[in-house]
């Protein structure tokens, strides 16, 4: 058993953009069911101090000072069901309309990092293994090993780097190195850290940590290659030995349509016929659609853009909507794809709709209500929809790449084998045809359809098996 600090930019129940803040909020609660020290640490976003402040408990304040960075964090804390969490405040920085995607990224996060360190020291908590997500975190290693070289209590800890998505890399200007983050400008003339012309946060991480993981074994497999590299194959190729992918589990106190409030109707495996229909009945309701059980509802939750495969969609909307039918989808990114969703809307009244924003009880509502869900993705790391959506006997349509390949076990008519619907290539006529296949399995295989609700809701997505994975790298380091 150890102690862990998870490090990440955003983690349930307190701020979520995306899957990353789903792991953050369940990895550490089961490490923590089974006896270990598991402890948060994220920045104080303006959404944190409106929503929580209030039952944050102040912890200390101190100096940080990196490069030509000189200023003040102050930590806040709360604990729960057993999972410690810290709380970076830092108005500047992090009290913003958003997360991300600001001109000072790369000093923000470098600030970040500077103050989890610093931290440490201040309340004098020492982890057995830091414990870092994505780019934001990826400087965290190396300053531990530049800055604190000669205290034994920073390098006695081990580092596990966390990639969620290589498409995001923290790719800043080299002057950061030295300004913001505080290090020689030799880790950049030697190449280290040089990437693009510039440093990369998350090159950094890779190179730094004890161990590299990602989050599907197939992932961890593409991104050696040119085609999921992202220009990183080459680095992730020179710690291939340390390189590992442990998928991720759901958080299954959160999603399990057995106790949901938000649902219409609780169900389980053994109620889903009546469960599914009075959910699907008050989705079509609540969202205009025309109120029938007997149509294929298909769902979509996702963030709008490429790497969703939201293009393919939108390239076979019309051959789509001439099938029989609905579409209900709730997402927002690119400014273009909303507007074709917004047409297709206008164009198939009672048939498709479109919510366009990010809301936490609709998605509940769409995972519960219909029948299959789609995901086309390019390339998908994980993917957590395809799993909420199976345990929510809603069948997904995957592409066979990632998380997605090594989640959904595809249909096999002859064994009813299955939890979902595949196909292999990115392809909007590939993915077309298996759209098709799955209307068709609907409405005339019905009882091949049950069989697969029941092997979707059956299928294990928790953190179960992921959980002791973890415990053994952890493990392997020491
Ligand atoms: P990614 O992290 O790449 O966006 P994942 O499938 O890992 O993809 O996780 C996405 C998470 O965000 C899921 O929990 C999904 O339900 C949720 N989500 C995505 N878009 C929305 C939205 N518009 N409203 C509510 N939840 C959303
Ligand atoms: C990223 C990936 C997604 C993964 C999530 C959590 O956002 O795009 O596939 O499920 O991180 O690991």
Same mark, same amino acid.
């Given at each position: 058993?150890? %102690?862990?600090?998870? =490090?990440?930019?955003?983690?349930?129940?307190?701020?979520? %953009?995306?899957?990353?803040?789903?792991?953050?909020?369940?990895?550490?609660? *089961?490490?923590?069911?089974?006896?270990?020290?598991?402890?948060?640490?994220?920045?104080?976003?303006?959404?944190?101090?409106?929503?929580?402040?209030?039952?944050?408990?102040?912890? +200390?304040?101190?100096?940080?000072?990196?490069?030509?960075?000189?200023?003040?964090?102050? $930590?806040?804390?709360?604990?729960?069901?057993?999972?410690?969490?810290?709380? #970076?405040?830092?108005?500047?920085?992090?009290?913003?309309?958003?997360?991300?995607?600001?001109?000072?990224?790369?000093?923000?996060?470098?600030?970040?990092?500077?103050?989890?360190?610093?931290?440490?020291?201040?309340? @004098?908590?020492?982890?057995?293994? =830091?414990?870092?997500?994505?780019?934001?975190?990826?400087?965290?290693?190396?300053?531990?090993?530049?800055?604190?070289?000669?205290?034994?209590?920073?390098?006695?800890?081990?580092?596990?780097?966390?990639?969620?998505?290589?498409?995001?890399?923290?790719?800043?200007?080299?002057?950061?190195?030295?300004?913001?983050?505080?290090? @020689?400008?030799?880790?950049?003339?030697?190449?280290?850290?040089?990437?693009?012309?510039?440093?990369?946060?998350?090159?950094?991480?890779?190179?730094?940590?004890?161990?590299?993981?990602?989050?599907?074994?197939?992932?961890?497999?593409? $991104?050696?290659?040119?085609?999921?590299?992202?220009?990183?194959?080459? &680095?992730?190729?020179?710690?291939?030995?340390?390189? %590992?992918?442990?998928?991720?589990?759901?958080?299954? @106190?959160?999603?399990?349509?057995?106790?949901?409030?938000?649902?219409?109707?609780?169900?389980? &495996?053994?109620?889903?016929?009546?469960?599914?229909?009075?959910?699907?009945?008050?989705?079509?309701?609540?969202?205009?659609?025309? =109120?029938?059980?007997? #149509?294929?509802?298909?769902?979509? #939750?996702?963030?709008?853009?490429?790497?969703?495969?939201?293009?393919?969609?939108?390239?076979?909307?019309?051959?789509?909507?001439?099938?029989?039918?609905?579409?209900?989808?709730?997402?927002?990114?690119?400014?273009?794809?909303?507007?074709?969703?917004?047409?297709?809307?206008?164009?198939?009244?009672?048939?498709?709709?479109?919510?366009?924003?990010?809301? *936490?009880?609709?998605?509940?509502?769409?995972?519960?209500? +219909?029948?299959?869900?789609? !995901?086309?993705?390019?390339?998908?790391? +994980?993917?957590?929809?395809?799993?909420?959506?199976?345990?929510?006997?809603?069948?997904?349509?995957?592409?066979?790449?990632?998380?997605?390949?090594?989640? =959904?076990?595809?249909?096999?008519?002859?064994?009813?084998?299955?939890?979902?619907?595949?196909?292999?290539?990115?392809?909007?006529? *590939?993915?077309?045809?298996? $759209?098709?296949?799955? $209307?068709?399995?609907?409405? !005339?295989?019905? *009882?091949?359809?049950?069989?697969?609700?029941?092997?979707?809701?059956?299928?294990?997505?928790?953190?179960?098996? %992921?959980?002791?994975?973890?415990?053994?790298?952890?493990?392997?380091?020491?």
């Amino acid at each position: 058993m150890s %102690s862990v600090l998870f =490090v990440a930019s955003e983690g349930l129940p307190f701020i979520k %953009s995306g899957g990353l803040a789903d792991v953050i909020g369940s990895l550490p609660k *089961e490490l923590v069911r089974k006896g270990d020290d598991a402890r948060v640490i994220m920045p104080l976003y303006l959404k944190i101090v409106n929503q929580h402040k209030e039952n944050l408990e102040k912890l +200390c304040t101190f100096d940080v000072h990196s490069g030509n960075l000189h200023t003040v964090a102050t $930590i806040y804390t709360t604990v729960r069901e057993g999972v410690t969490y810290y709380f #970076v405040e830092h108005q500047g920085y992090f009290e913003r309309g958003g997360l991300y995607g600001y001109d000072d990224d790369g000093e923000r996060f470098a600030f970040f990092t500077k103050a989890v360190l610093e931290m440490l020291n201040q309340i @004098d908590y020492f982890p057995d293994i =830091v414990h870092c997500h994505d780019w934001h975190t990826g400087m965290l290693a190396l300053m531990c090993k530049d800055h604190y070289a000669n205290d034994e209590r920073y390098q006695n800890m081990k580092h596990v780097m966390t990639i969620h998505n290589l498409a995001f890399q923290g790719n800043f200007s080299a002057d950061l190195l030295y300004n913001c983050l505080g290090m @020689d400008m030799k880790y950049y003339f030697d190449g280290t850290v040089r990437f693009h012309n510039g440093i990369s946060y998350l090159k950094a991480g890779i190179l730094f940590s004890d161990k590299v993981t990602t989050v599907s074994d197939t992932y961890a497999h593409e $991104i050696l290659t040119k085609e999921f590299g992202e220009n990183m194959e080459g &680095v992730l190729e020179s710690r291939a030995w340390d390189l %590992s992918g442990i998928v991720n589990g759901i958080d299954c @106190d959160l999603w399990n349509p057995k106790t949901d409030s938000l649902l219409a109707k609780n169900y389980d &495996v053994k109620s889903f016929v009546g469960g599914k229909k009075a959910n699907k009945r008050a989705l079509q309701e609540a969202m205009g659609l025309r =109120v029938a059980d007997d #149509v294929l509802l298909i769902g979509m #939750v996702s963030r709008l853009t490429w790497q969703k495969g939201v293009y393919l969609l939108v390239e076979k909307m019309y051959e789509l909507m001439g099938q029989d039918v609905q579409l209900v989808i709730l997402g927002t990114g690119e400014t273009n794809i909303e507007n074709e969703f917004k047409q297709i809307e206008y164009r198939f009244p009672r048939r498709a709709v479109y919510y366009c924003g990010y809301n *936490e009880e609709l998605a509940h509502q769409i995972y519960a209500g +219909c029948d299959a869900f789609l !995901m086309p993705s390019l390339f998908e790391p +994980c993917g957590l929809s395809q799993l909420i959506s199976m345990r929510y006997g809603t069948l997904p349509i995957v592409r066979e790449t990632g998380g997605l390949k090594d989640t =959904v076990i595809p249909y096999n008519q002859y064994t009813k084998e299955g939890t979902g619907f595949t196909f292999a290539n990115f392809n909007a006529d *590939e993915m077309m045809n298996m $759209i098709k296949y799955c $209307i068709y399995v609907y409405y !005339m295989q019905k *009882e091949d359809w049950k069989t697969l609700v029941a092997n979707a809701m059956k299928a294990d997505v928790s953190w179960e098996a %992921s959980c002791r994975k973890y415990f053994e790298l952890y493990d392997s380091m020491f």
